[in-house]
């Protein structure tokens, strides 16, 4: 499959066309990989949308900037499209309107995905599936890797 980094002037050229996934991504992970393969599965050309470091950096520093994501993303097999997002996720699921919107199965444990992405879902016909898949969180790797790091030698 061809991959390319398309623009969000770009998204309504595949409305209704492909399946879509949705994250930071920082640091990429095993959990991620499987996610993708998992969702590559339903058959639809998968476009990853991928959020801002802005969205990324409320939920800890920045490791990789978002440029470095899509560049990394972009090389994995799973994907056919990868979006780098300034926008919300609410906005690009209006102007792409994928046929899918897949999540990782920890947004059930929330509650699903927010209301307003619920609603637009439905009311554009946008198909919600949530995948089981290893759910290893980016933010517990960080936590784990900032607590367990040896300390400087001096």
Not at 8 to 24: C, N, R
Not at 30 to 50: K, M, Q, T, W
Not at 57 to 72: A, E, W
Request: aromatic share 8%.
């Amino acid at each position: 499959s061809s991959h390319m980094i398309v623009t969000t002037e770009q998204l309504h050229e595949y409305v209704g066309q492909v399946a879509m996934v949705d994250g930071s991504f920082d640091p990429l992970h095993d959990g991620h990989i499987e996610y993708f393969r998992a969702a590559s599965a339903v058959g639809l050309p998968l476009l990853c949308n991928v959020a801002s470091d802005e969205w990324t950096s409320s939920k800890h520093p920045v490791l990789l900037s978002q440029q470095q994501r899509g560049v990394v993303l972009d090389a994995i097999k799973y994907l056919s499209f990868v979006h780098l997002s300034s926008a919300t996720t609410l906005e690009v699921l209006e102007l792409l309107q994928p046929k899918i919107y897949i999540k990782g199965a920890d947004w059930l444990a929330r509650g699903g995905i927010p209301n307003k992405e619920k609603d637009l879902c439905n009311e554009r016909g946008i198909e919600v599936m949530y995948l089981e898949t290893v759910t290893n969180s980016s933010s517990r790797l960080l936590a784990e890797w900032s607590t367990n790091r040896p300390p400087v030698q001096r």
